[in-house]
């Protein structure tokens, strides 16, 4: 069975109760075997009511980035995969990009993610100007996009919630950043590419699924999830749209090596 948490649109207080009384009616006298949780929330809804809702089963997770929630993840029942963004390699790329660069600027949303990320780049020995919508509306985050100075690069998270609670896709959201700014725009992951983004860590989607499922598997075999290393989804190279390197002026040479071009005109 496939469960829809749907918990990057909908953050309502008290979603996850709800959502436990519904599974535990639902799968009532079902015993599961193993339980697959895609994404943060998912992980963070079975860590606070996995045996309310189903029992004593095992857990392997994938898409879960934030630290503070790995470590808080028991490790007799959980394993899995954890999503690298490699926050470090993507601000290497955007400086070697424009060595110029001389003010960068990250936006994140209001949510765990968001917060992840943010978390990420404030450890970094780096200065950076944030712009939370943990803290300020979407449009007053797009007012300070339209008004950078030259020297700037933006780096943006995928943006859902804002601090007003309200929920915008991501690709509308993305697309709209990209309008404002007046600066190239890199995000983490390249889901955000095609709405003028210029570039975005790869993080291997179809990869991370398929070590999931190998985990999965041991599992189902029999060997203890405390006994399988949570694994990482491995280095993520960077991913340039061409129309937005035709934008901001960048031929393929100006970029640093190891980086894919991506919808290149037919």
């Known amino acids: 069975w496939t469960e829809f948490l749907d918990a990057k649109r909908v953050a309502a207080p008290g979603a996850f109760e709800a959502f436990q009384s519904f599974l535990t009616r639902k799968y009532d006298g079902i015993r599961m075997d193993l339980i697959v949780a895609s994404d943060d929330e998912a992980a963070a809804f079975l860590l606070e009511h996995r045996l309310a809702a189903f029992g004593d089963v095992p857990v392997v997770f994938c898409g879960v ?4 929630l790995l470590r808080q ?18 601000v290497r790329f955007a400086a070697g990009v424009f060595p110029g660069t001389e003010l960068m600027v990250v936006v994140t949303d209001h949510s765990a993610n968001g917060a992840g990320v943010k978390k990420a780049f404030g450890a970094m020995q780096r200065r950076f100007e ?23 690069v933006v780096i943006a998270s995928m943006f ?41 860590n790869a993080n291997g989607g179809f990869q991370h699924g398929e070590m999931t499922g190998q985990i999965a598997l041991r599992v189902l075999k029999g ?4 006994s399988i290393p949570i694994a ?7 991913v340039v749209d061409h129309a937005a390197m035709v934008r901001w002026g960048l031929r393929e ?3 640093p090596a190891g980086a894919t071009v991506v919808n290149r005109p037919r």
Do not use: C, W
């Open 130 to 152: 944030f712009l939370d919508g943990a803290e300020v509306p979407f449009e007053q985050i797009l007012e300070r996009l339209r008004q950078l100075p030259p020297r700037s």
């Open 232 to 238: 990482s989804d491995g280095p993520a190279e960077p």
């Open 65 to 68: 980035s934030d630290e503070k």
């Open 253 to 255: 040479f100006d970029l």
């Open 223 to 226: 060997e203890a999830p405390a």
């Open 73 to 90: 993840l028991p490790r007799t029942t959980f394993t899995g995969v954890k999503e690298n963004f490699d926050t470090e390699r993507l």
């Open 160 to 200: 859902t919630h804002d601090n007003l609670g309200s929920y915008m896709p991501a690709r509308e959201s993305s697309r709209r950043i990209a309008e404002a700014s007046t600066a190239p725009v890199f995000s983490p992951n390249t889901s955000e590419l095609g709405q003028g983004y210029l570039a975005g």
